[in-house]
């Protein structure tokens, strides 16, 4: 084994390629999605060593054009679940003895490998498989999954080098950072190719074995990922990729008494079944299991009479929909003042009245389509439920068609109530509520901001009075992980803002941050005495 304390590569931001007409890199992606398009692909389980091909296939197409087929991937059943334990198990021992240098290698080849030979093809993987445009694949599918790579590697050196600070007297001690003791189940999200490959390799990096269950819309740049991976040097049995029902997968995983810890991104319902269940399950682990989860939010955009109007109209038409606001952090509901009202309006109209719709293929769209045909009817009914509400107007949008691609028009509901179900309830499309307040009634909707969701991810305060900045600043503090002063709600970037928030919306464990590594491990306090005493008498027995 090497000897030596190793300093690794320090990490940037990965930079964002424009894909701007002429540029290279859109020839590039240009040709790449004529080839995935063109070619059908057979997508096998990853267990162990093991490609596992069951016959029992699902198809894959672009929810932009659902009648098109992409491949097929192979659906597996409990067998397949306990194969992926058994495993991940197998693997462990020789895995977490590697030593982290090693480990690091392995995680930064991934990451050049993405930002070079396959950065490419990981985006077109997401923009057919998921309906993301040419930009949200590339600061998802590409930059952010290479900083999280990056970034992770320089988080758990720093983790390793923390020490107790004082040793003497005949002491030396030292903290040591051991993986779990068991299996980490990875619970990823269709949403972002980054978080399905981040959930699953950060744990990884710190000595940990994975089994990994992404959502089946997400499985067609998962076995990208999944190339990558293995291209990397990923050990086989250390990341296992399977394809199974969430209630298949969480008998198995649940009742496992080596089950170590999970990370998840998805739905707040379906998280709180998890911990319900773990919690039930308590006594069968072999310790107790890490829960990390973020879960979604309902996030805000606050404007204060002072506001830029332009630059909230911009927010709203951005930090709503794009990726048909497909996003945990995406603003799904406004309170604008009075005053910059009929401003902000005139330029979110307009915005709204330049964007194009349609495939992921043709560049100038800026809206694509939603997840899939389940997403649809849900978002749809919302929208059907508002033109039939009294109180509430459309004002732009309320259109939808399925029959190419499940296609929903950016839309814009008008409400008096400020606790209309779609200012409450998460929607997870491209739907913004705006509630317009009296002006002078600023500390009043702060209450309102506060109180109307469950959820706590995102917020974001318009203002050029720092007095109401500070003001929202201190009075939201609980209601949003990630607060954004003048900018839109989303967009967090690895290494500047850390992910994550509480109440309904997780376990704010902050996804891009150390804090999140140090969830991967258990460590343990060695303390060495050099000459130990030999008689057990201490001064204080001694006779006056």
Known sequence: ??????????????????????????????????????????????????????????????????????????????????????????????????????????????????????????????????????FQAEIDAACEIIDFLRFNVKYMTEIYSQQPPVSGNGVWNRVEQRPLEGFVFALTPFNFTAIAGNLPTSAAMMGNTIVWKPAYTQIYSANVLMEVFKEAGVPDGVINLIYVDGPTAGDVIFKHP?????????????????????????????????????????????????????????????GAFEYQGQKCSAASRAYIPSNIWEDVKKYLLEDLASMKMGGTEDFTNFINAVIDEKAFDKISKYIDNAKNASGVEIIAGGNYDKSKGYFIEPTVLLTQDPMYTTMCEEIFGPVLSIYVYNAEHFETVLELVDQTSPY?????????????IEMATSKLRNAAGNFYINDKPTGAVVGQQPFGGARASGTNDKAGSMINLLRWVSPRTIKETFVSPTDYRYPFLGED
């Open 456 to 468: 706590a991810l995102t917020g974001a305060i318009f203002s050029q009075d720092r007095y109401a």
């Open 1 to 134: 084994m090497l000897k030596g304390f190793f300093n690794v590569p320090t990490p940037v931001n990965e930079p964002v390629k424009s894909y701007a007409p002429g540029s290279p890199e859109r020839k590039e992606l240009q040709a790449k999605l004529a080839e995935l398009r063109a070619n059908q692909v057979d997508v096998p389980m990853y267990i162990g060593s093991e490609e596992v091909r069951t016959g029992k296939t699902r198809t894959l197409s672009p929810p932009h054009d659902h009648q098109h087929i992409l491949g097929h991937f192979h659906e597996g059943d409990a067998s397949h679940v306990a194969q992926a334990i058994n495993a991940a198990l197998g693997a462990k021992e020789a895995w977490e003895n590697l030593a982290w240098e090693q480990r690091a290698a392995i995680f930064l080849k991934a990451a050049d490998l993405l930002a070079g030979p396959y950065r490419a093809k990981i985006n077109a993987a997401t923009m057919l498989g998921q309906s993301k445009n040419a």
């Open 258 to 318: 080596d089950f170590a810890g999970i990370h998840f991104t998805g739905s707040t319902g379906v998280f709180q079944t998890i911990w319900k269940t773990i919690g039930e399950n308590i006594k069968l682990y072999k310790s107790y299991p890490r829960i990390v989860g973020e879960t979604g939010g309902k996030d805000f955009v606050l404007a204060h009479k002072s506001a830029d109007p332009k630059a909230v109209a911009v927010a709203l038409s951005r």
